[in-house]
């Protein structure tokens, strides 16, 4: 099972039904991947996804989505920054 302390968490109430909330989740994380490099799998209710210096996961529930990160050493200081794309995404897809 995946579990981490996570250095960024995200959470955002569902105004879409689950079937859209899981179709966006897929949206980000393929943006993610794109942009950041990162593979990602499937596990139950939730995408899992690693690259170089991170990994976290996008869980979506029947209520919520919720976005966790761990960040490495050289990514920390950019902690804001993801943070604030992840906010971003969320704001643009599950609306």
Known sequence: MWRTMSDIRVEKALTIGRDAAWAAALKVAERIKAKAQANYRIVGNAI??????AKGKI????????AEVSLGLLLRPMRSLIEGKIDEYFTRYFQ
């Open 48 to 53: 899992e996804f690693e690259r170089s210096g």
């Open 59 to 66: 869980s979506v529930s029947d209520t919520h989505v919720v």
